[in-house]
T-cell receptor, first 115, second 115 residues
Framework: GNSVTQMEGPVTLSEEAFLTINCTYT??????LFWYVQYPGEGLQLLLK?????DKGSNKGFEATYRKETTSFHLEKGSVQVSDSAVYFC??????????????FGQGTTLQVKP | DADVTQTPRNRITKTGKRIMLECSQT?????MYWYRQDPGLGLRLIYY???????NKGEISDGYSVSRQAQAKFSLSLESAIPNQTALYFC??????????????FGPGTRLTVL
């Protein structure tokens, strides 16, 4: 079946530190991959996505590369800010699910950035 | 104004009560979804709808029902609430076709507590 596994949190970093949040997936075919972010008290927002192998999604200084050979989509940022404190969700949309738009989410990783 | 709105934002109810959560959207999307979020479990799909006449069960539909009153409105009901339905509930929408069809847009969430 389809599933997403994220590194457990919370992740606590100092401002300007390098961030990596690991995400691996299991899926048949060629899923689309996503990172969503949830700021305190808000709903989820799309952060970035990639739809095929070797694609790199990027937004707001965050990047993730679709690695089919390692079934991974790790989120990185070179220098985090306090405002990046949030919960980050990795998700996939299974291949051929354009008819349903279903998303399968990881469990979420909480990031706390300290000044 | 928010594109996806949910009411109420917070609700406390008692075991056995019937409760309805409402979702409205101004994005003009045909597809709508209800998820619940529990700590450490990510988001899980309860129901989804392709259009007004199409309703489908997600992975955890037991104990829930939905109504798609119009393209813009999708309600979730708990016929007889129980404490393990205490969670954060999210509504989401997505487009039907095109490159953005697999991107979902989330409401701010409803925090439900069942005593």
């Amino acid at each position: 079946g389809n599933s997403v596994t994220q590194m457990e949190g919370p992740v606590t970093l100092s401002e300007e530190a390098f961030l990596t949040i690991n995400c691996t997936y299991t899926a048949t075919g060629y899923p689309s991959l996503f990172w969503y972010v949830q700021y305190p008290g808000e709903g989820l927002q799309l952060l970035l996505k990639a739809t095929k192998a070797d694609d790199k999604g990027s937004n707001k200084g965050f990047e993730a590369t679709y690695r089919k050979e390692t079934t991974s989509f790790h989120l990185e940022k070179g220098s985090v800010q306090v405002s990046d404190s949030a919960v980050y969700f990795c998700a996939l949309s299974p291949h051929g699910s354009g008819n349903t738009g279903k998303l399968i989410f990881g469990q979420g990783t909480t990031l706390q950035v300290k000044p | 104004d928010a594109d996806v709105t949910q009411t109420p934002r917070n609700r406390i109810t008692k075991t056995g009560k019937r409760i309805m959560l409402e979702c409205s959207q101004t994005k003009g999307h045909d597809r709508m979804y209800w998820y619940r979020q529990d700590p450490g479990l990510g988001l899980r799909l309860i129901y989804y709808s392709f259009d007004v006449k199409d309703i489908n069960k997600g992975e955890i539909s037991d104990g829930y029902s939905v109504s798609r009153q119009a393209q813009a409105k999708f309600s979730l009901s708990l016929e007889s609430a129980i404490p393990n339905q205490t969670a954060l509930y999210f509504c989401a929408t997505s487009d039907t076709t095109g490159p953005g069809a697999d991107t979902q847009y989330f409401g701010p969430g409803t925090r439900l507590t069942v005593l």
